[in-house]
């Protein structure tokens, strides 16, 4: 296995403005809305990601087992597109892929009237979508478990408009990643599809895909990899090309933590700066985190909280432990070489204690690329090393040699 020694960072060159991948939540939904609209919809800086190459490689495939490997959007958002497009195909993954939950998007395709069962274990990948004769008994109302994952609700957005007649989404349960959803219904309404969600229902018309064109942004969930670096790091600012304060991607409103950590935003023409103002929270007064709107960001803050001893709470992140890996599990695992523990008080609500020192081992990043990113900002404070380099490919290709321009 490849590790990379990250060097102590002790200043931002002045003017490095490292380039943010495209975000991958908006290129991936403008793939499917594409094909959806039979090309009538373009898009503009999509995402280089492999999550993103993957989708548009399986969108475009003549194979009927389509991989999608490790990637928990193209499997759920590409079940649902064989679905509508009447593709008969087996969507099928990793070992790990086929033990993140899929049921509730399968429960509501087939309550809306699709035909798709399980190959396997009920719940899980593989799943084999046969195409309808008939599609007289669609259903235009349909209901589904929110609390999960919100790319099973983004999937049925997505198909909607392409149905006989309109859908309505009823949520059931708390939602999470409600900032997603928004996302979706944004870029539905870029297409002219007039949806509306209020009240935990969701009603989107049938219609037909207007042209457009999506200029896909750079992406957030990105940009705190280097926020979480100018935080630790004194005096330091940094200007990332691009990106817009006033984005619709949802980990965009995670803005509102920073001046916790002592970093200013502010929107320039061509991106936005993020400037040190040295402030330090103070340690003897616990802060409280919900990442339940935002969780791929809780990996980053809640190293970067590690590192600056805070004495930190955190809810929100029950859908961590089926992501890529078990995050919270690893995280706890990982904090532990940086004399820190993560522990659950209470369902759903964790605490740190201990005392921060930098990793005398190397950090294991369990598969995930967000494992690896979010304890990179360490080399603030000295040198750090990090297994699997090669596992950032997944969001952010360019991220180790754009890192080590700083050493």
């Given at each position: 296995m490849?590790?990379?020694?990250l060097n102590?960072?002790?200043?931002i060159?002045?003017?490095?403005?490292?380039?943010?991948?495209s975000s991958?939540s908006?290129?991936?939904?403008?793939?499917i809305?594409h094909?959806l609209?039979?090309?009538?919809?373009?898009?503009?800086?999509l995402?280089?990601a492999n999550d993103?190459?993957?989708?548009?490689n399986?969108?475009?495939?003549?194979?009927?087992?389509?991989n999608?490997?490790?990637?928990g959007t193209?499997?759920?958002?590409l079940t649902?597109y064989?679905?509508v497009?009447?593709?008969n195909a087996?969507i099928t993954g990793?070992e790990?892929?086929k033990?993140?939950p899929?049921?509730?998007l399968v429960?509501?395709?087939?309550?809306i009237?699709?035909?798709?069962?399980?190959?396997?274990?009920?719940?899980?990948?593989?799943v084999?979508i046969s195409?309808l004769?008939?599609w007289?008994?669609i259903?235009?109302?349909?209901e589904?478990?929110a609390?999960?994952?919100?790319?099973?609700?983004?999937?049925?957005?997505m198909?909607?408009?392409i149905?006989?007649?309109?859908?309505?989404?009823n949520?059931k349960?708390?939602?999470?990643s409600?900032?997603?959803?928004?996302?979706t219904l944004?870029m539905?309404?870029?297409?002219?599809v007039?949806?509306?969600?209020?009240n935990k229902?969701?009603v989107?018309p049938?219609?037909l895909?207007a042209?457009?064109?999506?200029?896909?942004?750079a992406?957030w969930?990105?940009?705190?990899?280097?926020?979480?670096?100018?935080s630790l790091?004194?005096k330091?600012?940094?200007l990332l090309p691009?990106l817009?304060?006033?984005?619709i991607q949802g980990?965009?409103k995670a803005?509102?933590?920073?001046?916790?950590f002592?970093?200013e935003?502010?929107?320039?023409?061509?991106?936005?700066?993020f400037k040190?103002?040295?402030?330090?929270?103070?340690?003897?007064?616990?802060v409280?985190?919900?990442?339940?709107?935002?969780?791929?960001?809780?990996q980053?803050?809640?190293?970067?909280?590690?590192a600056?001893?805070?004495?930190?709470?955190f809810?929100g992140?029950?859908t961590?432990?089926?992501k890529?890996?078990?995050?919270?599990?690893?995280m706890q695992q990982?904090l532990k070489?940086?004399g820190v523990?993560?522990?659950?008080?209470?369902?759903?609500?964790?605490?740190?204690?201990g005392s921060?020192?930098?990793?005398a081992?190397?950090?294991s990043t369990y598969?995930?690329?967000?494992?690896?990113?979010?304890?990179?900002p360490l080399?603030?404070?000295?040198?750090?090393?990090i297994?699997?380099?090669?596992v950032v490919q997944k969001?952010y290709?360019?991220?180790?040699?754009?890192?080590q321009r700083l050493?």
């Open positions: 490849s590790t990379i020694q102590k960072i002790t200043t060159p002045f003017q490095y403005n490292p380039k943010l991948p991958k908006m290129s991936n939904r403008a793939l809305l094909k609209s039979n090309g009538r919809i373009t898009i503009t800086n995402s280089e993103t190459k993957l989708l548009w399986l969108l475009n495939s003549a194979e009927t087992i389509l999608a490997e490790d990637a193209t499997a759920r958002f649902a064989c679905c497009v009447n593709q087996t990793t790990r892929m033990q993140r899929i049921k509730p429960d509501a395709l087939s309550n009237g699709f035909n798709i069962q399980y190959t396997e274990k009920e719940g899980f990948v593989p084999q195409a004769e008939d007289k008994n259903k235009n109302e349909v589904i478990e609390g999960i994952s919100s790319q099973f609700i983004s999937a049925l957005m198909i909607a408009p149905l006989p007649k309109a859908l309505t989404i949520l349960g708390n939602i999470v409600e900032p997603y959803l928004e996302l944004k539905l309404k870029q297409c002219k007039e949806a509306k969600m209020s229902q969701i989107i049938s219609t895909l042209t457009t064109n999506f200029e896909i942004e992406d969930t990105n940009a705190f990899y280097w926020i979480a670096l100018v790091l004194p330091s600012k940094i691009h817009k304060l006033n984005s980990d965009a803005i509102k933590f920073l001046n916790l002592g970093v935003a502010e929107q320039f023409p061509n991106g936005v700066q040190s103002n040295g402030f330090n929270f103070p340690t003897n007064i616990e409280d985190f919900n990442f339940s709107s935002y969780p791929d960001l809780a980053t803050f809640i190293v970067l909280c590690a600056k001893n805070l004495r930190a709470n809810t992140l029950s961590l432990k089926i890529e890996t078990n995050r919270v599990e690893a990982e070489k940086c523990e993560l522990v659950e008080t209470k369902d759903d609500y964790y605490k740190l204690s921060f020192h930098l990793p081992l190397p950090i598969n995930d690329h967000r494992m690896a990113m979010s304890f990179a080399a603030a404070l000295g040198n750090i090393t297994e699997n380099l090669e969001s290709p360019d991220f180790w040699q754009q890192w050493e």
